[in-house]
């Protein structure tokens, strides 16, 4: 496999293990009053989170709750144009990196290092993401023309290039600037924690545009009996917006099942399929048969002319198909998708009807919950580190109010519009916005906003204090690998140092933050264990204190490891 090298490398690669690890302080809550009655006020949950910070130390920040359970991760990087700008800010410990730090990167030819400054960045952000992403998980990128290349070869390094699962062209404007080649598209690359994991096929029935249509398809039933009247109200609203339906250009039928398209799916592929006679309605003669004969037997045809799914033409000259509804739809997801990028500013100007431009470059909520339709299920998780103007927040809340799922966000934005733009749009999303014609229904729903705290650990090594507690037990639950069911709070469990137990083995965290621990006799007689274990023992006991004073062969025969703090805690 192709290696990339750039400038800088040989110090970026480990530099996700030396980002110091810090707490995440929760400002406040927000949870959408809809107005509306249950269950739609409860359809959507509250559980998400957008953070406030840099997006290498809030990963780094998550690692302990959210390793290795994150479905699905977009993020939406810099594109590196020249034209953008956005700084090196890594503290990385090396002469030549520390003289970007704090410098808006250039354009081409203005700055020699720009391709090798964005590699630094994105590298250590990357093996983060790995580490979050449960082990069916996948990351869908975009980028444009500019790191393409690089960014591929990149994922490879990080992903593993067996582990790739492809790439989308996305158009997303038209140009008509005389040029040699025109560009019209970039792309979003997707990767695979484990592409041996994923489900051998993709199918997603969730389209914010297959939702209107069959919206529209019940309205139009309820105010035209005749069916004739039906399809010429249709046929006029379909001329009208059919720009805007991908991907139903082609269903310009209705009847009072709902809007449908003519498929040639009952036509046998291939090869000699069933030969036998279906006769049209009007003209009571046999329907010209398809080149290699009908896919179904008969008895499937009947069932079919019976349910009146199948479509004819005017006469018998007219191939039949096969009706498919609206609401059968389940798309898969194509490595071409045509999505004017305007409607991302469009509908961001639609919630911010204040001001003309509240972000450059908004993503389309309808792109998001297209690849988010097709990765994820009800009850997943999804992470976006690049978040912007928080589409990602947005099309999640759209697909838990069209399913009824509980899908969590995790949204992460450094700029200084992280509460103003990212988390106002999922606040107005939310709640509902706009007046009278133009007014937007709430999704319901709610998050917790934080903002990237202090350090766990002291520049000398020893354990930040001012972190609380709470906090510097749950660091070091996670640095003993204990699963989070077998995790205890000092309320729930019969020792207040207790930090984790199963049959095995229990974690002790002797630890008080105004006077030294001792692990000594009068510690060990007070210690109750309850649980599965009863009030037994385990046979491994782990307790961490500031000193031991039992001995070394005692503590052998009875199962007891000694961890000294905070030597002994694992930093990551």
């Not at 560009?183 to 199918?203: D, G, I």
């Not at 095995?504 to 060990?524: C, G, K, N, Q, V």
């Not at 599965?532 to 006991?541: F, S």
Request: glycine share 8%; net charge negative.
């Amino acid at each position: 496999m192709p290696t990339l090298h750039w400038v800088g490398k040989e110090k970026v690669v480990n530099h996700h293990h030396d980002v110091p690890f810090r707490v995440l302080n929760k400002e406040y809550s927000f949870r959408a009053d809809t107005g509306l009655p249950p269950p739609s006020r409860e359809t959507n949950t509250t559980d998400n989170r957008i953070i406030h910070g840099d997006n290498l130390e809030a990963l780094k920040s998550l690692l302990p709750e959210f390793e290795g359970r994150v479905k699905c991760i977009y993020i939406d990087p810099p594109y590196n144009t020249g034209n953008e700008e956005w700084r090196y800010n890594d503290a990385v410990n090396d002469p030549k990196i520390q003289r970007w730090l704090g410098q808006v990167v250039k354009k081409e030819g203005e700055d020699l290092s720009r391709h090798d400054k964005w590699l630094c960045m994105m590298y250590p952000r990357l093996k983060l993401l790995h580490r979050l992403l449960r082990s069916d998980g996948v990351l869908f990128a975009s980028i444009d023309r500019n790191e393409m290349a690089t960014f591929k070869l990149l994922l490879e390094e990080v992903f593993g290039s067996g582990n790739w699962v492809g790439e989308i062209a996305w158009r997303n404007v038209t140009d008509n600037n005389p040029t040699n080649i025109s560009l019209e598209h970039e792309y979003v690359l997707c990767f695979a924690k484990s592409r041996s994991a994923l489900s051998p096929v993709w199918k997603s029935p969730y389209l914010g545009a297959k939702e209107r249509l069959i919206e529209l398809g019940h309205q139009l039933a309820s105010e035209y009996s005749d069916k004739k009247k039906l399809q010429a109200a249709y046929s006029q609203w379909f001329r009208e917006h059919k720009a805007e339906l991908w991907p139903f250009q082609d269903y310009k039928f209705i009847d009072t099942d709902g809007i449908y398209t003519g498929s040639r799916s009952v036509h046998n592929p291939g090869k000699e399929g069933y030969r036998y006679d279906v006769f049209h309605p009007v003209t009571k003669r046999p329907c010209t048969q398809p080149l290699m004969g009908y896919r179904f037997p008969p008895e499937t045809m009947q069932e079919l002319l019976s349910t009146d799914r199948i479509l004819f033409g005017e006469d018998e000259t007219k191939l039949i198909e096969l009706k498919l509804y609206v609401k059968d739809y389940k798309a898969k997801l194509a490595s071409v998708i045509e999505l004017d990028g305007r409607t991302g500013t469009n509908e961001l100007k639609g919630i911010f009807t204040e001001s003309n431009r509240p972000f450059d470059y908004p993503k389309p909520s309808v792109l998001l919950e297209d690849l988010l339709g097709f990765a994820t299920d009800p009850n997943d998780i999804v992470l976006d580190s690049f978040a912007g103007s928080g589409t990602t927040g947005h099309a999640v809340l759209k697909l838990n109010a069209q399913d009824g799922g509980q899908r969590r966000f995790v949204l992460i934005e450094l700029g200084e519009f992280a509460e103003t733009i990212t988390a106002e749009r999922v606040r107005r999303v939310a709640i509902g916005y706009g007046e009278g014609t133009k007014k937007v229904t709430g999704l319901g729903g709610g998050f917790d906003f934080y903002t990237v705290g202090a350090p766990m650990f002291l520049p000398d090594q020893n354990l930040n204090e001012a972190v609380g507690t709470e906090a510097i037990r749950g660091y070091v639950a996670y640095s003993e690998g204990i699963p989070p069911d077998q995790r205890t709070t000092p309320e729930n469990s019969y020792t207040p140092y207790l930090l984790g137990l199963n049959c095995d083995t229990a974690w002790i965290f002797h630890y008080e933050s105004d006077r030294p621990t001792s692990l000594d006799m009068d510690f060990l007689s007070s210690l109750r264990f309850g649980g599965d274990t009863g009030n037994a023992k385990p046979g491994t006991v782990i307790i961490y204190a500031d000193r031991c004073l039992l001995a070394k062969d005692f503590m052998t025969r009875h199962g007891i490891i000694f961890k000294k703090i905070p030597r002994d805690i694992t930093r990551f």
